[in-house]
């Protein structure tokens, strides 16, 4: 990653890679509900333990990045205890918790067969990530793009390069 590169842009780049994964999920969700075949069922709840590998690793390095890099510097100017960054934590746990239980009912899938709740697990996850990314580009980016200094966004995006070579 280029560190000239803004911090915001870079961010949005991460987001299109987890709208594309959240995009594959939907489908997945919504044909595992749809079909009538066990054997495609369990192959589409297969497929679903490569999106669960992409949440472990590249959103959670996403996260990351904005709690350890973006939001501390931001939050000197609009704070953290409320107001945007303070709900973008709360959502971050959420959605660490609901990924936490959506990876334990699939891998408990062979033994409960209980697919109804892998999708609405995933599909609670679903919107909370899409409207979660919605209220960052639209809320909080646009706040930093007009608070941070040129070179507190080059400080993030050093900081970025770091999170991202600790996580290879």
Not at 64 to 71: D, G, P, T
Not at 102 to 112: A, G, L, Q, V
Request: no cysteine; hydrophobic share 40%.
């Amino acid at each position: 990653m280029d560190t000239s590169l803004d911090p915001i842009v870079a961010l949005k780049s991460d987001h299109g890679a987890v709208r594309a994964v959240l995009n594959n999920l939907d489908g997945y969700l919504k044909k595992i509900g749809s079909v009538s075949s066990n054997g495609l069922r369990n192959n589409l709840i297969n497929q679903l333990n490569e999106i669960t590998a992409f949440i472990d690793k590249d959103l959670e390095i996403h996260f990351k990045k904005e709690e350890n890099a973006l939001f501390p510097i931001l939050g000197n100017y609009i704070g953290t205890e409320t107001g945007p960054i303070h709900v973008m934590l709360i959502e971050h746990a959420q959605s660490r918790e609901l990924s936490l239980e959506f990876k334990s009912k699939i891998k408990n899938y062979p033994d409960s067969k209980d697919y109804n709740y892998i999708v609405n697990i995933g599909n609670a996850f679903v919107k909370l990530l899409s409207e979660h990314i919605d209220k960052e580009e639209q809320i909080l980016f646009n706040m930093a793009d007009i608070q941070l200094s040129r070179e507190e966004k080059h400080g993030i995006m050093e900081k970025f390069l770091i999170i991202t070579s600790q996580a290879a």
